[in-house]
């Protein structure tokens, strides 16, 4: 079964440092999709990104960066000169196949504290 | 319309209530969700329908019962909960492919007295 690993329980950092969320995944899938969501402490999960099996172009928006390698399996997410609203749990997350339907398996997930 | 709407928001609930929860997307998504978020845990998926129809059941307990009346439309009545059931309930909902995406509501936080 798909597994998804992200190792860092909680992240504390001083606003406009750098920091790397880091995401470990496991698939016996040659197509699959790799996600981030964003849970502010309103509960809502905030897409940030999607990436396929295929893509291992890396990308920027703004002061977000994914780093994706398939050859390590590894997500990993980088926020540039953290800001005190970047506070929030993340989680990195995983589309697998099964009987017919997607589902969606999540890590553990990462709670960020950025500290003015 | 790009949102999931879930009510109600919150939610008490006594152990021998019955209620339901209420989930509805206009996106033309054909796959929806239930996920059950306990506290400072991931969200852990209960339920999948694909075109109306039940495709996971993750052996969720039968004091959860999903129904899914139209492709608009997610339900999950709740029965005989015990405290434990509280939590975050999450509904979410996709194309019938991953390269989409998932939009998910802003969840029904249940407390179960």
């Known amino acids: 079964a798909q597994k998804v690993t992200q190792a860092q329980t909680e992240i504390s950092v001083v606003e406009k440092e750098d920091v790397t969320l880091d995401c470990v995944y496991e698939t016996r899938d040659t197509t699959y999709y790799l996600f981030w969501y964003k849970q502010p402490p309103s509960g809502e999960l905030v897409f940030l990104i999607r990436?396929?099996?295929?893509?291992?172009q890396n990308e920027i928006s703004g002061r977000y960066s994914w780093n994706f390698q398939k050859s390590t399996s590894s997500f990993n997410f980088t926020i540039t000169a953290s800001q005190v609203v970047d506070s929030a749990v993340y989680f990195c997350?995983?589309?697998?196949?099964?009987?017919?339907?997607?589902?969606?398996?999540f890590g553990q997930g990462t709670r960020l504290t950025i500290n003015p | 319309d790009t949102e999931v709407t879930q009510t109600p928001k919150h939610l008490v609930m006594g152990m021998t209530n019955k209620k339901s929860l209420k989930c509805e997307q206009h996106m033309g998504h054909r796959a929806m969700y239930w996920y059950k978020q306990k506290a400072k845990k991931p969200p852990e998926l209960m339920f999948v329908y694909s075109y109306e129809k039940l495709s996971i059941n993750e052996s969720v307990p039968s004091r959860f019962s999903p129904e899914c009346p139209n492709s608009s439309l997610l339900n999950l009545h709740l029965h005989a909960l015990q405290p434990e059931d509280s939590a975050l309930y999450l509904c979410?909902?996709?194309?019938?492919?991953?390269?989409?995406?998932?939009?998910f509501g802003s969840g029904t936080r249940l407390t179960v007295v």
């Open positions: 979410a909902s996709s194309q019938d492919l991953p390269r989409y995406g998932y939009t």
């Open positions: 990436r396929n099996s295929f893509d291992e």
């Open positions: 997350a995983l589309s697998e196949a099964q009987r017919g339907a997607q589902k969606l398996v």
